[in-house]
């Protein structure tokens, strides 16, 4: 089991900007898939955004294409998440989550951090 650390969030205005980083230290196998997941209150967890190891593919939710962008820097075991023009509809607690493959299913990935929240006033 790997230690992920979300951190980040905070209190933003509509049409503000966040930038959350998910740091994955100590992998073994080094070469893993991360997404980045949400849940509001009342609501299950969804998917936001997700890279493979190389950063070559991506893949993004409706609600985020457009206005979130994913990164990564494997020399720091770091994946970023940059969130612009937020809305209210965004507030969530924000998970960052590691597996073998990329994917949009909670399912596929095996080590998940603590969350951070993301609060969007109107």
């Known amino acids: 089991q790997v230690l992920l650390v979300e951190s980040g969030g905070g209190l933003v205005q509509a049409g503000g900007s966040l930038r959350l980083s998910c740091v994955a230290p100590g992998r073994s196998d080094n070469t893993y898939a991360t997404g980045w997941f949400r849940q509001a209150p009342g609501k299950g967890r969804e998917f936001v955004a997700a890279i493979s190891w190389s950063g070559r593919s991506t893949y993004f939710a409706d609600s985020a294409k457009g206005r979130f962008t994913i990164s990564r820097d494997n020399a720091k075991n770091t994946v970023y998440l940059q969130m612009n023009s937020l809305k209210p509809d965004d507030t969530a607690v924000y998970y960052c989550?590691?597996?073998?493959?990329?994917?949009?299913?909670?399912?596929?990935?095996?080590?998940w951090g603590q969350g951070t929240q993301v609060t969007v006033s109107s």
């Open positions: 989550a590691i597996g073998v493959a990329l994917s949009r299913s909670l399912e596929e990935y095996d080590n």
